[in-house]
């Protein structure tokens, strides 16, 4: 069982930046990868960025939605159990709230959210 603790959310301006957090109950090299998705009212959940994390290296392989490509960018903290995004020059269409999804040998988890709005 992996439970998944979103943290960093919040309301931002234009241009602003954010640091989203997701901490995990167990240590995340035992989890294949861990993702951000976000969801905008009314829209279907969009994977936003993913990193391997199951590899006992401090880095790991990334991917990143096209549309956040330059200003996200995912990492890991293997000590803390973390995964991060810092979100650079936020746009109004990032508003949404983000999701830290695990995916496991045995399943998938998802963490229950962080609002994240950009508006002036």
């Known amino acids: 069982q992996v439970q998944l603790v979103e943290s960093g959310g919040g309301l931002v301006q234009p241009g602003g930046s954010l640091r989203l957090s997701c901490a995990a109950s167990?240590?995340?090299?035992?989890?294949?990868?861990m993702g951000w998705y976000r969801q905008a009212p009314g829209q279907q959940r969009e994977l936003v960025a993913r990193i391997t994390t199951s590899s006992g290296t401090t880095s790991g392989t990334t991917y990143y939605v096209d549309s956040v490509k330059g200003r996200f960018t995912i990492s890991r903290d293997n000590a803390e159990n973390t995964v991060s995004l810092q979100m650079n020059s936020l746009k109004p269409e990032d508003t949404a709230v983000y999701y830290c999804?695990?995916?496991?040998?045995?399943?998938?988890?998802w963490g229950r959210g962080t609002q994240v709005t950009v508006s002036s």
């Open positions: 167990v240590s995340i090299v035992r989890i294949n990868n």
């Open positions: 999804k695990a995916v496991t040998t045995a399943r998938n988890y």
